[in-house]
């Protein structure tokens, strides 16, 4: 006759394994959890140092096209000059003849040298622009470098966080989850500046 067990039958050697695993998967939660945390902070940083830095660039080609829109200006303000210098050698051409210049000479000579003040200032404003956009290219460009570190070092905990699932190895959890932290940090403080 077959008799029915009286309870279900417990594999405890099955139980004590579970048991004795139970705390690696714990770990292995533990790592995953926060290696995915690390991964998401990198993205955002990785994000930002990719926003800044071509932010930047955009930055400094402005500044080099106003650079040369000053040069520009420079250029015209030195041809009017000239035309000025080409006038006032007449009227002393026609001085040395005995003869009275042209009222015209004076007044192109008037006329350039008012010319020269305005285009002065338009050359002077492209500077000052350009100095602008240059410094602030600068300025986002420490940013970028700041994202750029917060990236490395967010990788390189990931990284750990692989090698201490691997390995099961807490020590190099923690010295991921440090990593991570200070990756965290630099990222919040570039954010906030």
């Known amino acids: 006759m077959n008799r029915m067990p009286e309870g279900p039958e417990i594999d405890t050697d099955r139980l004590q394994e579970t048991i004795d695993e139970r705390p690696t998967d714990s770990l292995l939660r533990n790592i995953a959890l926060t290696t995915a945390l690390l991964a998401a ?3 955002l940083a990785s994000l930002q140092a990719g926003s800044t830095v071509n932010e930047a660039l955009v930055l400094k080609t402005e500044a080099a096209r106003l650079q040369a829109e000053a040069s520009d200006q420079w250029a015209y303000y030195q041809a009017k000059g000239i035309n000025a210098h080409v006038q006032e050698v007449a009227r002393t051409a026609w001085t040395a003849a005995g003869k009275t210049p042209p ?3 004076d007044e192109l000579i008037q006329h350039y040298s008012a010319e020269q003040t305005e285009i002065e200032r338009a050359a002077r404003e ?14 986002l460009l420490i940013r970028h470098h700041r994202f750029a570190s917060s990236v490395a070092l967010l ?15 807490r020590s190099i959890w923690l010295g991921s989850g440090v990593l991570g932290l200070v990756g965290t940090g630099l990222f919040v403080l570039t954010i906030a500046r």
């Open 126 to 139: 492209k500077e000052r622009e350009r100095d602008e956009k240059s410094h602030e290219a600068d300025r």
């Open 103 to 105: 009222s015209t000479i």
């Open 155 to 169: 990788q390189i905990g990931i990284a750990l966080g692989a090698v201490a699932a691997l390995t099961r190895q």
């Open 41 to 43: 902070f990198g993205a």
